[in-house]
């Protein structure tokens, strides 16, 4: 069922676009994320759903009431911030509270529910100190807390880990999605890191150019990005000018050497310029005789990784980068050295531009 | 290193000797209206005159209308222009900087001109008067007032605050009281205690507008009294001095400042 949606929402700043034709359906309790480089649209369409920005074309939509319109006061909107945006004349408890006493309810509940959401943060021990007494983590875990006390229809978080060191972004980015799902709370995240976004979404939304490239789950966005703009911003990808040889038997040719793809290569025609593009752990050195999809290739460089060995080599005009995990006992090849590799068909990706 | 200590030590003494000597001088000088005694008959001529007693409440009143309308004014317009004009702060902050540049002499000229014929004419009445005293006061002093307040809303953000409080259900009036205004308490005691003392001592607007100040009182009395005008002055600055220690410790006390985070 659909929670929230955005139709055909544009945002323009003077002459510029900075969100354009953005359309987005969300379900209920689903996690999405909103993932891409700086001023590529994300933290706007985020804040048009808030209300803090008013679309210049087009709705949002929640729980099939039009809030398009609405001032941010007036919609049931939890907003997470980047630079926590507690209130610093005010203790934990307060903080959280406050919401609720701004909707006038009784105070006993309010009470109540700090309680219950200083045991969902585990800061317990804390409603009574102050945010400059806190950690950064602790001071964005009592952000959350205060944005749900109020129950909100949708929580938005916007680059709530951007501000924290990389041990406490982990852990708290599982406690983000953790209590999004206890709560069944619907919840759009803006994040311009990958590895956040796969990790914590059900749904990604990649972002550029005030537009949407691709929606996926984690796995098909890693797996199967659709143009080269997801392919290079999403993970480590080696991609590559091709020429299509036979689209029927779905072949190609980079640089001379001809390789299969699982992909169609439907209404392209024999001699059209394509680009490919390969994940760095699908390609493997080959072991086995093979005569498909075979690359002649020269070791130009290998760096240790800790668990994966990245190897780079040249394959005629190309420069590719392939991951194996690290193995003690085998043996690597030395630089310089004319090897061979190799991968599945399904492992070369056909981008759509 | 030692060195450097003696000559900053050296620079302190000569600089507390600039202070301290006339404010030294004009202490002695009040605490000797009876000769070959050091007496508070001075101190006591001055509080005993009806006419201090007068002049000095009549510009409490001023100062603290002075103060609570200013701040309505300019803490809603810094308030504004942090968050939806930010481009607006060179103009804004080249008008607040006007009085420094306009003698008050002409200031006021100006306001008699405008406000003491019709549509106005406020100084048909001593109301209308006092209204304009005010008035003035807010032009004169809001070039501290405003710096004043523009530095507490620059040490916070405005944006983010207002618009969590905001997504909490709040509207601009509620963030503005209950966020805005406690987390900025320091910047606004100081602009209103600034403003308390200019207003107290000012004399061209109140001379010129006929009012019974305490600017004008001081003048008056140091043309016929030798020990009670230096008197008036120590008593001007222990009451100045009496705020700024007012500030420094609300503003010690403000909650979330001066506290350093713990770790995770």
Known sequence: MTHLSLSNVSKKFVETFAVKDFNLTVERGEFVSFLGPSGCGKTTTLRMIAGFEVPTTGKVILDDVDITDKAPNQRNVGMVFQAYALFPNMNVAQNIGFGMRIHREPESAIKERVAEMLALIHLEQKGNSYPSELSGGQQQRVALARALANRPQVLLLDEPLSALDAKIRVSLRAEIRSIQRKLGITAIYVTHDQEEALSISDRIVVMSQGQMEQVGTPFEIYNFPQTAFVASFVGTLNTADAEVVDPAKKLIKIDGVQLETAEELDGRQKGDKIKVAIRPERLNFVSVEKKANVLDCTIENITFLGSVVRVQVTVGGNRFNMDTFNNPFLELPKIDAKEQITCSREAVLVLKN | ?264
């Open chain 2, 1 to 264: 290193m030692r060195k450097i200590n003696l000559w900053a030590w050296f620079w302190i003494f000569l600089g507390a000797l600039y202070f301290f000597g006339p404010l030294y001088g004009a202490l002695d000088f009040s605490l000797r209206e009876k000769r070959g005694t050091l007496s508070l008959i001075a101190y006591q001529n001055v509080l005993k005159d009806p006419n201090f007693r007068n002049s000095f409440t009549y510009s409490t009143l001023i100062a603290l209308a002075t103060i609570v309308v200013g701040l309505l004014l300019i803490v809603s317009t810094a308030y504004w222009v942090h968050l939806r004009l930010p481009q607006a702060r060179p103009i804004v902050d080249f008008i607040t900087l006007l009085p420094f540049v306009v003698p008050a002499i002409v200031l006021v000229d100006g306001f008699i001109q405008i406000y003491s014929g019709p549509p106005f004419a406020l100084t048909n009445t001593p109301q209308g008067t006092n209204v304009l005293l005010m008035f003035g006061y807010i032009v004169t002093a809001m070039p501290y007032m405003y710096r004043s307040i523009d530095a507490g809303l620059r040490a916070i953000d405005v944006r983010t605050l207002t618009e969590a409080g905001q997504s909490l259900g709040a509207g601009w009036i509620t963030i503005l009281f209950r966020v805005i205004l406690p987390n900025i308490r320091t910047a606004l005691l100081s602009g209103a205690f600034l403003t308390f003392a200019i207003v107290i001592g000012e004399y061209t607007f109140a001379s010129l507008l006929a009012r019974p100040a305490f600017g004008p009182y001081m003048v008056l009395l140091g043309q016929d009294r030798a020990y009670e005008p230096a008197a008036l002055s120590i008593m001007s600055f222990a009451l100045t001095w009496a705020a700024m220690m007012i500030i420094q410790l609300l503003g010690r006390g403000a909650p979330g400042q001066g506290q350093v985070a713990v770790a995770h």
